[in-house]
């Protein structure tokens, strides 16, 4: 990123987000007003995502979902101000269809890029929808699953996933037990309905070291249990559920109790869980913190969140000449400067 | 059996993210009373398994890291149906506040001592499982007192031990960020001054090793 002049009047920033498995774009004010968020999924036939199939896919929507955003938003492309696209992290083919849908927007309407850091945004879009100013954040989605709260400068990682993210534990653990993939109901939801019918916990490991945690061996375990057959899928789930949110709890409050912050937010996609919702309210509440839930729309991957958080970078003069854009697969939250924060 | 003694004499000192902690008198002694309290959040059951587990488990890992070496608080008394333990009083500072306001050359003193000490402990078969700052006190002498074992486990395995390492890599990046990497520098010196250089390197390839598990993470190969 190189630093550049700055204006603001009237300005709107176009954000692209395609990161996995979400095509998504989102139109935003510098304001913070969210004019438009569009977005569409690539869905496998079966088993996770194929990075390369997901790009196809994002590749066939690109034009369609962008010319949506831009009626919707009723903005017409001129009237731009700049271009924001996730740079990373992600699968590198999801990655590179967004930078380079991005780059040729940018390009033919000679306005700045922006590079988003994927996370950061996240943690942007649930601050700007909820008010939270700073809060200890759980970002949990299939792709990730960490604590941070800002410190310096950065948003630093307090505790994480040393495996899987939350996300993948539940995906992957729906898939051996043959629960398919559908459209509006993903399998971290179908998982969540499972669950609320039953109440039978079954012992399944809780693995939680100092502020990291780690998610594969809980996977394994639930499948052999299933397979075994002496409990039922709904047990399962229950279990599977009760285990992975007590950990991330846990966790959460002990970088609640470390850091003294007042707020608690939930992000990404595994925000949508009543559930998990639930039990951060509790820890909050515990610690006199204010808890808040990112809605719905802006939990799973969107285009709004890269717009809002484009925004935010371009005014502190954050730009990205294009022959710096490539993206970065494995950007860390805590590598990326947020000056827009004191 | 000794019940505990809520007396006027017991004042909250500080309420942790699992435990709170309670300054007491015992039998003359300064002590603190650590109760794990039952968390609303996950269900009673798993809960109390959680709670009673780490409360035994605790004072016999403290007990055991004496023997390696390791100054940890005296156990005074242990009561799993209420999750409560009563020990020492240690006098001293929390590492946590006190590395950040001590000079460049004394703060490589005390992470060499810090390292001294985790590599005793991973030499005796102990993982302490929550390695922070604010996990350990220096005590008005020097010494460095290492409390918390809640989280700590019996192995001598590599793994057990590069995470364990790998944790206080981590607190010290998130605590200590200025100055974290000369920090963690002198933790490693120290930790190989005592298990040797070759089996030292063996644990340090792991934590590299436990990085690039990580989703994403710069080192990992594509």
Known sequence: ?342 | MDTIDKTPKTKLLKKGAEASLFLTEWHGRKAIIKVRIPKRYRPAELDQQIRSYRTVHEPQLMHEAKAAGVATPLIYMVNVAESTIIMQYIEGERVKEMLNKTQKSDLRDICFQIGESVASLHKYGLIHGDLTTSNMIQSPNGKIYFIDFGLGEKSSEIEAQGVDLHLLKRALQSTHFASWEECFKSVQCGYSSVRGVELAEKVYEKIREIERRGRYVEERKQ
Request: proline share 3%.
């Open chain 1, 1 to 342: 990123m190189v630093k550049v002049h700055q204006k603001s009047e009237g300005s709107y920033c176009l954000g692209i987000e395609s990161t996995a498995d979400d095509f998504g774009v989102g139109v935003a004010t510098f304001d913070g007003e969210v004019l438009a968020n569009k977005s569409d999924s690539y869905i496998p036939a079966e088993g996770g995502i194929h990075p390369r199939e997901a790009a196809r896919h994002h590749a066939e929507v690109a034009d369609t979902v962008l010319q949506d955003a831009l009626s919707k938003s009723g903005v017409k492309a001129s009237e731009l101000t700049c271009i924001a696209f996730s740079q990373g992290p992600g699968l590198g083919p999801s990655l590179r269809t967004g930078a380079t849908v991005a780059r040729a927007l940018a390009s033919y309407l000679e306005i700045p890029l922006v590079g988003v850091n994927h996370s950061v945004a996240h943690i942007e879009i649930g601050k700007l929808q909820t008010g939270a100013k700073d809060p200890v954040t759980l970002y949990a989605s299939g792709g990730n699953t960490m604590v941070t709260a800002f410190e310096s400068g950065r948003y630093r990682v307090f505790g994480e996933t040393l495996d899987i993210a939350l996300g993948n534990c539940l995906d992957v653990f729906a898939r051996e037990a043959g629960l398919k993939h559908k459209k509006g109901l993903p399998l971290g939801a179908a998982i969540e309905q499972l669950a609320l019918k039953s109440g039978r916990l079954i012992s399944l490991p809780y693995v939680v070291k100092g502020m990291d945690l780690s998610l594969s061996g809980l996977v394994t375990a639930a499948t052999t249990a299933l397979q075994k057959g002496d409990c039922t899928l709904e047990d399962v789930c229950y279990s599977l559920q009760e285990h992975a949110f007590s950990m991330v709890t846990e966790v959460t409050e002990r970088a609640l109790a470390h850091t003294e912050k007042k707020e608690v937010l939930l992000t990404g996609g595994v925000a949508a869980n009543k559930r998990l919702q639930a039990m951060l309210k509790v820890i909050a509440e515990e610690h006199d913190a204010k808890f808040s839930v990112v809605p719905l729309q802006y939990a799973t991957d969107n285009g709004a969140m890269i717009a809002w958080t484009g925004t935010l970078a371009y005014r502190h003069g954050l730009v990205t000449p294009i022959d710096q854009s490539m993206v970065k697969l494995r950007w860390r939250v805590d590598k990326v400067d947020v000056p827009w924060i004191q």
